[in-house]
């Protein structure tokens, strides 16, 4: 049983048709379209799309002028592109521990963590569940510190009524295949700041920006972009884009079914020894279920291992949760850390368990895979 599995239908198919019969491709009219949808579902000013999540990060980044001398600080327990956008603009990362129980940063450890030099904050709704926003607000926005929302997983969750990736400065997406919403690859910047937008448009676009209007030569066919600020080649292809508008219009339907599966989990993982199942949002924190992980309270790494081969044997496919990136070689080495400087990031590695779940999975093949675990657990020691 695979991890997930994208939920394409006729929809999809469809909008591709219309798309590949225009000849149009690269970014343009889907993209808009995208874009505009994405911008009002979010109640988001502006909604910029881009190759990745980690494209995403990086124009956030890069559109705050971060840069050498500057630290940023990032949860240690997160996808490793959540740290890399700091370093790709020669700013420096601090790490902070999480909250064991939600995965997501501890606001409890954030003002330890804050120096004179602290440019911005990046926070992780990981796995899909909102990260507990108002007291990092309450922390960041009297110091002028800019807050990315790492909203990867969490398309159409919302903090209090208000959608993630519009609390902070910038919100970063992610359409990866195993997101809620995905287009084979591709990320979406939101922000209700004009001249972040501003910024972004054009680092995503080679740097290009529009001629002045009150320019005196006439606009014609003659006419060629401004090249002011050093930017990348990171947009969105229309048909990329026109899967993304199908899926959108999908994505009520897509978060249902997969709230009725992660509650078919809750109910059949609710007797199972040793572990505990990922926690309901709370206090105004929605969750999308994006990923359902799981946590062994009794053993460690090898024990996690041994559990996952076993099911694995069964072609049940899991994967661990995600990184302690204080763990990782690079920022490892570059800071001097330790495993032990971040324990709830570190135990999380090592006891997390990611159980396949995805819009059309049935209640059989969620038995068989409680049924696997079940087994597991009480074998492997």
């Known amino acids: 049983m695979q991890l997930t ?54 124009l956030a980044a890069a559109a705050l002028e971060l840069g050498p001398g500057d630290e940023v600080i990032v949860p240690a327990f997160t996808w490793v592109t959540s740290a890399h956008c700091a370093r790709y603009m020669g700013a420096e990362v601090r790490f902070v521990d999480i909250d064991p129980r939600t995965f997501n940063l501890d606001p409890a450890k954030l003002l330890d963590a804050i120096s004179e030099r602290t440019r911005a904050v990046v926070v992780v709704h990981l796995f899909g569940l909102a990260a507990d926003m108002e007291p990092i607000l309450k922390i960041t926005q009297p110091r002028g510190i800019a807050v990315i929302e790492d909203a990867a997983c969490a398309i159409g969750t919302s903090y209090r009524g208000r959608p993630v990736g519009t609390l902070g400065d910038l919100g970063c997406f992610s359409f990866h295949p195993r997101k809620v919403v995905t287009t084979g690859e591709g990320g979406m910047v939101s922000t209700g700041d004009d001249e972040l937008a501003r910024r972004v448009r054009a680092l995503r ?169 079940h087994t597991a657990l009480s074998r492997v020691n």
């Open 205 to 373: 676009n080679h740097g290009a920006t529009g001629p002045e209007p009150e320019e005196v030569e006439p606009h014609g066919p003659w006419t060629m972009a401004r090249f002011e600020v050093l930017g990348f080649n990171l947009r969105m292809s229309d048909i990329q884009a026109a899967v993304g508008v199908a899926q959108l219009q999908r994505l009520d339907g897509l978060l249902a079914e997969r709230h009725a599966a992660a509650l078919r989990y809750h109910e059949l993982l609710a007797s199972l020894p040793d572990l505990e199942s990922p926690i309901e949002g709370t206090d105004g924190a929605g969750h999308t279920y994006q990923s359902y992980v799981i946590r062994l309270t009794e053993g460690g790494r090898l024990r996690r291992n041994r559990i996952m081969a076993h099911l694995a044997e069964r072609s049940i496919q899991t994967r661990p949760g995600t990184h302690a990136v204080h763990c990782l070689g690079y920022y490892r080495e570059r800071y001097g850390l330790s495993a032990e400087d971040f324990p709830f990031a570190r135990d999380a590695e090592d006891t997390t368990i990611t159980l396949p779940l995805f819009p059309g999975i049935g209640e059989s093949d969620q038995q068989q895979v409680v049924e696997a675990l």
């Open 5 to 58: 599995f994208p939920a394409f239908g006729d929809e999809e198919i469809e909008y591709l048709r219309r798309c590949l019969a225009s000849g149009w491709v690269t970014q343009g009219p889907y993209v808009d379209e995208f874009e505009k949808s994405f911008a009002e579902r979010h109640a988001s000013r502006h909604a910029l799309a881009t190759t990745s999540c980690t494209a995403a990060l990086h």
